[in-house]
């Protein structure tokens, strides 16, 4: 243990709270449902709320949209389509989009303390990742709004129309951004329907697309829970689902898009390997895996929930990741020196525990951080099983939370082969000093995305997407443009 890492682990010192102010925000009451341009009462008149995770407070009530709201929405979507959308200069629409990057990123520290308390992922996380890659997605695609003939040569690009986009609790904006910025520098409508845990982000970002002065319609911005979701999916007149979220409604949504016209993609479940090799720089590498599976509660789909590490430097790899462990202070979202903030729901922590009893069950010897975490709310120590097997559970399924299953490997074959064996193939990550080994590994690791010597690092230039049961398609980049398009001729 170096000599940093021993003073707080023993204690020696801690860091003075240095928590966000949040007397710059402001977050309604009540919130309705941004249809048409104006926020409006749900049909049913039922709400639900949306609390912090990480003190159980109530942040809001928000309106929980049923299939007729859902129905008014995908209306004024098809409204402002078949109106102003389709039939403006690409060049304009492109400059409406810009206007949405430039407002996120004015009111960028705003968005970054309402999404760590409405999510519970540490305030650095949402300030230094969030927020900023949002506003870098809009300001990305809207550079290509009026140049789509170049990203596809000799093919004419045609708007699809409507897009329902559904999106899960773990990067609320970021994921709204994602969806609604390729969708309308390709010339779509939207609905959107963040998650019920998670809805206050993608609710402020209506009011910076009215802000923006984009036509009525163009976005609209539902909330609910499943039952919506599956309204939206249902609806005939959407014409391109964009879904993400797990693999389990993931099947649920491509069955019941099955045999109809309407395109799809699907960004599901991760099970990602990180490989260490013996000749990797460990201490580089140990950061990583921490920052892969740790930072943000492993609340990532493309986290590196396993560690695939080679056995002459197993024991030393593992030893320093518990020093590391004993480090990362779990706790207030809002505060800066936070590593690992609240797990998102009650009912999330109560699946990661389910899975922390399993791997102990299957025989798996489980190591976890031994500082304090807070009494109320939602909290998980950061934790590692070592002595797993590779059909345990806990190995093959995905767990979204700070849980790391470790194994080990001799020869690059054996590792490869590991990486490779689960149901999923999101993303992926290789440490060593060895080009030659980085070249072989990812080109045979059957994912969408593999780091090399560093992990979780995102670009709006990149396309991310899986392979196997982690879904269908590609967002990102121009492969991400390809979604929202019909290329003709
Ligand atoms: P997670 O496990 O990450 O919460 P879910 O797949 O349950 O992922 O949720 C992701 C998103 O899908 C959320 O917005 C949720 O409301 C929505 N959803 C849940 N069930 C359905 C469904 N049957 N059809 C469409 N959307 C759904």
Known sequence: MDNQNKLAFDGGWQYAPAPESTDHITIDGQYGLFIGGDFVAPESGKYFESINPATEEVLSSVASASSADVDSAVKAARKAYNGPWSKMKAAERGKYIYRIARILQERAREFATIESLDGGKPIRESRDIDIPLAAAHFFYYAGWADKLEYAFPGKRPVSLGVAGQIIPWNFPLLMAAWKIAPALACGNTVVLKPAETTPLTALKLAEVVRDAGLPDG????????????????????????????????????????????????????????????????????????????????????????????????????????????????????????????????????????????????????????????????????????????????????????????????????????????????????????????????????????????????????????????????????????????????
């Open 218 to 489: 163009v976005v609209n911005i539902i909330t609910g829970a499943g039952e919506t979701g599956a309204a939206i999916v249902n609806h005939d007149d959407v014409d391109k689902v964009a879904f993400t979220g797990s693999t389990g409604v993931g099947r649920i949504i491509q069955r019941a898009l099955a045999g109809t016209n309407k395109k799809y993609t699907l960004e599901l479940g991760g099970k990602a390997a990180n490989v260490i090799f013996a000749d990797a720089a460990i201490d580089q590498a140990v950061e990583g895996i921490v920052n892969g599976i740790f930072f943000n509660q492993g609340h990532v789909c493309c986290a590196g929930s396993r560690l695939i590490v080679q056995e002459s430097v197993a024991d030393e790899v593992v030893q320093k990741l518990k020093d590391r462990m004993e480090t990362l202070i779990v706790g207030d979202p809002l505060d800066k020196n936070t590593d690992i903030g609240a797990i998102n729901s009650a009912s999330q922590l109560e699946t990661i525990e389910s899975y922390l009893r399993l791997g102990q069950e299957e025989g798996a010897e489980m190591h976890q951080s031994s500082r304090d975490i807070p009494t109320t709310g939602y909290w998980c120590r950061p934790t590692i099983f070592t002595g797993v097997s590779q059909s345990n559970r806990i190995v093959q399924e995905e767990i979204f939370g700070p849980v790391l299953a470790i194994q080990t490997f001799r020869t690059l074959d054996e590792g490869l082969s590991k990486a490779n064996n689960t149901p999923y193939g999101l993303s992926g990550g290789v440490w060593t000093d060895k080009g030659s080994k980085i070249f072989k590994m990812t080109q045979k690791i059957r994912a969408g995305v593999i780091w090399a010597n560093t992990f979780n690092k995102f670009d709006p230039t990149s396309p991310f997407g899986g392979y196997k049961e982690s879904g269908v398609g590609r967002e990102g980049g121009m492969h991400g443009l390809g979604a929202y398009l019909r290329l003709e001729g």
